[in-house]
């Protein structure tokens, strides 16, 4: 099924150094679907940007996935095998079938027994990933971190990429004392929507909060505290100061640093319970010397190190 609901990455993106002792991703990742069952970890695309569009975004996240793998492939890889590349969910008419097929691959891939490394596309895929990771654990059984500038959980009658953990909150497949909103700018967000989640029992750790206790820690001791069982990490790359990442589709002009984001990598890689790590909002149209892209590919790389 995985295979029929998706298109076949890009090999011109898989880069080749083709030398004794200093390997690259490109080289290392698995694609053919013989390889599929030994794999550990599978990454998969959605280059779509209707969310983003419906929310009044910068469109151009469709071409977040080929931008961040022709970073990412160039890298020097840290394990000899275990990663495979399943491709791209393959886009529909409406943001709601793409959805649909979404959260069945990842859902699929779960219950397959392998983490799930997703590239977005807009944020409004963390519906159809959290919520995959959901019906394969159990609505109680998981935590989610949304580590963004903003909180996501607008009220509107159709989704974008301002509504996924509004829905997942309302829909019980989230619990809210096992969501954590990291990182979020004051500025950027509603007053109305922080009340809302801290009347449910939702947590929210502000930026400035964030920056004042240390990122790491603050993680560490929400990682050591929460006996969840499985883990989905939700990364909009707006949670990035402009600084290091200026394509996004919605710039911040404060947030974490290069280093900060790749600490939260590191820790997602490091903790066995991780079942999703989902990278969105990436904008290739919008980057600096593809600044943007390559920061997302480093992360991916601290990530994929821990875990492989």
């Known amino acids: 099924m995985i295979f029929e609901s998706t298109t076949r990455p890009n090999h011109a993106l898989f880069f080749r150094r083709d030398e004794a002792g200093d390997p690259r991703w490109g080289e290392q990742v698995s694609f053919a679907p013989k390889d599929y069952p030994q794999a550990k970890i599978v990454l998969l695309g959605c280059p779509q940007d209707e969310g983003v569009r419906r929310n009044g975004g910068r469109a151009g996240s469709s071409a977040a996935p080929a931008a961040i793998r022709a970073c990412f492939y160039r890298l020097v890889a840290t394990a000899d095998s275990g990663l495979f590349d399943l491709g791209d969910t393959a886009i529909q008419d409406s943001l709601e079938e793409t959805h649909r097929i979404q959260r069945a691959v990842a859902h699929q891939v779960l219950a397959d027994g392998k983490k799930l490394l997703v590239l977005g596309g807009g944020n409004d895929i963390s519906y159809p990933d959290c919520g995959a990771l959901s019906a394969f654990a159990g609505a109680t059984r998981f935590m989610a971190f949304n580590v963004d500038a903003h909180l996501d959980v607008r009220q509107h009658p159709v989704r974008h990429s301002g509504t996924p953990y509004r829905m997942l909150l309302e829909e019980a497949l989230l619990t809210p004392a096992n969501f954590y909103e990291i990182a979020y700018q004051p ?105 943007t892209a390559r920061l997302a590919a480093v992360a991916i790389h601290h990530f994929l190190r821990m875990c492989l």
């Open 187 to 291: 500025f950027a967000v509603a007053a109305t929507h922080l009340d809302y989640l801290r009347k449910i029992g939702a947590h929210t750790i502000s930026m400035p909060e964030l920056r004042q206790r240390g990122v790491a820690p603050v993680i560490e001791r929400i990682l050591q505290a929460n006996y969840a069982g499985s883990i989905f990490w939700g990364i909009d790359m707006d949670s990035v100061c402009a600084a290091d990442a200026p394509g996004v589709s919605a710039p911040n002009a404060l947030g974490l640093s290069a280093a900060e984001l790749c600490d939260v990598a590191t820790l997602a890689g490091a903790d066995p319970r991780t079942s999703v790590f989902e990278i969105t909002e990436v904008n290739p149209l919008y980057d600096v010397d593809q600044r």
